[in-house]
T-cell receptor, first 112, second 114 residues
Framework: GNSVTQMEGPVTLSEEAFLTINCTYT??????LFWYVQYPGEGLQLLLK?????DKGSNKGFEATYRKETTSFHLEKGSVQVSDSAVYFC???????????FGDGTTLTVKP | GAVVSQHPSWVICKSGTSVKIECRSL??????MFWYRQFPKQSLMLMAT?????????EQGVEKDKFLINHASLTLSTLTVTSAHPEDSSFYIC??????????FGPGTRLTVT
């Protein structure tokens, strides 16, 4: 079956630090990969996505590259801000029906 | 971008009563919607897949008679928690399937059963 494994949190960083949140996956077929962000008390928002190998998704300074050889989709940001504090979910989808498999989420706290 | 709304955003009900949560796709038609449950500091647990005009497909371990899902139109799906109990208290999130395999999520509904 399909699965997503995320780096365990919580992750606490100082403002302007470099962020990496690891994500690896197993899937049948050729999945599309996503990072979602959830701010406190809210639903999930799509942060970025990649639909095929070697694609790089980017948004709001965050980046992730679809690495088929390592089955990974690590999230990175060069300089985090306090406003980036949230829970980040890595996910994959292998069908066009949209059903996704989510990782357990990684809580990021950025301190000023 | 695609917008999904949920109503209500939070609800408190007494044990034994039923609660209905609505999920609407505001600017696109969604043939498929998903209902998730999220416990504090945990990931999303898919409860069911809702297809317009047909019965919902429930995940293993989800009581279909307790969590009634109706997808009456291409823009509306409802989740009814019947005979709610305190252990049903949770954050319920819906999503609608868009193009390119991605989902658009609603803001969630906080249910508290007293």
């Amino acid at each position: 079956g399909n699965s997503v494994t995320q780096m365990e949190g919580p992750v606490t960083l100082s403002e302007e630090a470099f962020l990496t949140i690891n994500c690896t996956y197993t899937a049948t077929g050729y999945p599309s990969l996503f990072w979602y962000v959830q701010y406190p008390g809210e639903g999930l928002q799509l942060l970025l996505k990649a639909t095929k190998a070697d694609d790089k998704g980017s948004n709001k300074g965050f980046e992730a590259t679809y690495r088929k050889e390592t089955t990974s989709f690590h999230l990175e940001k060069g300089s985090v801000q306090v406003s980036d504090s949230a829970v980040y979910f890595c996910a994959l989808s292998v069908t066009n029906a949209g059903k996704s498999t989510f990782g357990d989420g990684t809580t990021l706290t950025v301190k000023p | 971008g695609a917008v999904v709304s949920q109503h209500p955003s939070w609800v408190i009900c007494k044990s034994g009563t039923s609660v209905k949560i609505e999920c609407r796709s505001l600017d696109f038609q969604a043939t498929t919607m998903f209902w998730y449950r999220q416990f504090p500091k945990q990931s999303l647990m898919l409860m069911a897949t809702s297809n317009e005009g047909s019965k919902a497909t429930y995940e293993q371990g989800v009581e279909k008679d307790k969590f009634l899902i109706n997808h009456a139109s291409l823009t509306l799906s409802t989740l009814t928690v019947t005979s709610a109990h305190p252990e049903d208290s949770s954050f319920y999130i819906c999503s609608a399937s868009g193009t390119l395999y991605e989902q658009y999520f609603g803001p969630g509904t906080r249910l508290t059963v007293t």
